[in-house]
C-alpha cells in the first residue's frame, strides 16, 4: 500500500467538516492482478436533490524540484483512475 501525502490528513479532515462521510482511506481498485489504491472515497447527500454525491480523491502535493514531473504523474494517474472506475 502507498504512503500517504503530507497533506493527507487535513484533506480528510476539511472533508469530514464540509460534511462528507469517510467510505475508504483508502479505496482499493483492481484490474484484473493488479491493485491501485486512490487516497480516499467519500460521499454526502446533495440536500437540493436529495441525491447521494460519491467522489474518489487522490492527493496529491506537488513537492518534488520537478513541477512539471510532478504535474505528468498526477495526470496520468488520474487518467488511469477514471478510465478504470468509467
Known sequence: MPAKDVYHE???NA?????????????PLEYEDVELYPDLAVEK???EEQ??????IEIKSFIS???MKDF???LGQYIL??????
Do not use: F
Open 81 to 86: 483512475y477514471r478510465n478504470l472506475i468509467q
Open 45 to 47: 447527500v446533495i440536500s
Open 65 to 67: 524540484s520537478s513541477l
Open 15 to 27: 472533508l469530514i467538516k464540509e460534511g462528507w462521510t469517510m467510505t475508504a482511506d483508502p479505496y
Open 72 to 74: 505528468e504523474l498526477a
Open 51 to 56: 441525491k447521494q454525491r460519491k467522489i474518489i
Open 10 to 12: 487535513a484533506v480528510k
